[in-house]
């Protein structure tokens, strides 16, 4: 195996020669589990931690490794390894990090496209995956949607779900397929390019971990049953873990995720929400909510059935989740500052004191 395979390319060799990382050997996280990580490399696999510089200097999570990242390692024994720098990301798929306000968690990184996969059997919702759709499109990622499962339903009720999404959201394709019987494996290989990387989005129980273990043609990811009682999915994969592929492909298989929160993500509402933001430059006032404003295009359109209903809800909560988040990390910045320079005023005080 080369690093080639593993997705590296001239850019990432140009940015080692830049910064003198030469004396050090390049690999990939491909697994990460309470900052403890696995880099691989063109020879073998290190388990590796971060040198304490890296740590001191980080500003917040997202300054730590994540699978997908590209490292500069040094071996310190035969399987261990010390990360020295995270080379630059191409992508970054994030979330907000679960019960921190104003905090975000990196999903995965370098990712080209993204497989956003649901079950067609239980807990089927659009505006889940317009969520999912709005994080990949906030980090540049092309969006695949898989419906998978679909030997648990007939086709009629196949048929009527695939309108309705494809109703609700336009130019993404959409793959139905099935773990069990394999229809539709061959369409999602289609997507899969040697060297690329890919991911997976979803819920627990949705078949992630399953479909790994089918497009990779071995048994890598422990995959379990769906509760009976709840009818809910069971977190099996607990971390991230990255696969090469057959056929040249990279996949990186995540946790299911129950909460899938927006961080600063304008640019991927305004194109997952696209028919919105183009309506609302025909609203009466600039600063249009779109929710009690007079001659708002948006809420006509609502009421003519030309927006669906649902879709324009679900905008509205992301539209206040993003503004949310992105008014604590502005108070955080304050309070950082306005602590800055009291630590400042104080070491002055004491040098006229002294």
């Not at 195996?1 to 940015?15: I, K, P, R, V, W």
């Not at 590209?70 to 024994?77: D, G, T």
């Not at 239980?122 to 898989?146: G, H, K, M, Q, W």
Request: hydrophobic share 30%; proline share 1%.
């Amino acid at each position: 195996m080369t690093l080639e395979d593993l997705g590296y390319n001239s850019e990432l060799e140009n940015y080692r020669k830049e910064k003198n990382l030469d004396s050090f050997a390049v690999g990939r996280v491909i697994s990460e589990h309470k900052e403890r990580y696995i880099v691989k490399t063109d020879e073998k696999e290190y388990g590796s931690e971060i040198i304490g510089n890296l740590r001191f200097t980080a500003k917040d999570r997202t300054d730590f490794p994540a699978v997908g990242d590209w490292v500069a390692i040094s071996e310190y024994n035969d399987n261990n390894a010390l990360i020295h720098a995270i080379f630059p990301r191409k992508t970054v798929i994030e979330r907000q990090a679960v019960g921190k306000h104003g905090e975000k968690q990196i999903i995965a990184t370098n990712i080209d496209c993204a497989f956003i996969v649901q079950a067609v059997d239980r807990d089927f919702n659009i505006s889940r995956i317009e969520r999912y759709l709005t994080i990949c499109y906030t980090s540049n990622v092309a969006p695949v949607i898989i419906l998978n499962k679909i030997d648990l339903i007939g086709e009629a009720e196949l048929k009527e779900l695939v309108t309705k999404v494809q109703q609700r959201i336009k130019q993404v394709p959409v793959i139905t397929m099935s773990n069990e019987n394999m229809e539709g494996i061959e369409k999602v290989n289609e997507y899969i390019k040697k060297g690329e990387t890919y991911c997976l989005l979803g819920s627990s129980g949705v078949g992630k971990s399953t479909l790994s273990n089918n497009l990779s043609r071995k048994s890598v990811m422990k995959t379990d049953t769906i509760s009976t009682s709840t009818n809910k999915g069971r977190h099996v994969t607990s971390h991230r873990e990255l696969l090469i592929l057959e056929n040249g492909g990279i996949l990186i298989d995540n946790p299911g995720m129950r909460e899938v929160g927006i961080t600063d993500s304008e640019s991927g509402l305004k194109n997952t929400f696209d028919t919105i933001m183009n309506l609302s430059r025909k609203c009466r006032f600039k600063d249009c909510t779109h929710t009690i404003e007079i001659d708002c295009a948006v809420i006509s359109a609502v009421e003519d059935g030309e927006i669906d209903r649902s879709s324009y809800e679900n905008y509205l909560k992301m539209e206040r989740e993003k503004e949310h988040f992105e008014t604590t990390v502005a108070e955080k910045r304050k309070k950082d500052k306005n602590f800055g320079k009291m630590i400042k005023n104080y070491k002055k005080q004491n040098l006229k004191n002294n």
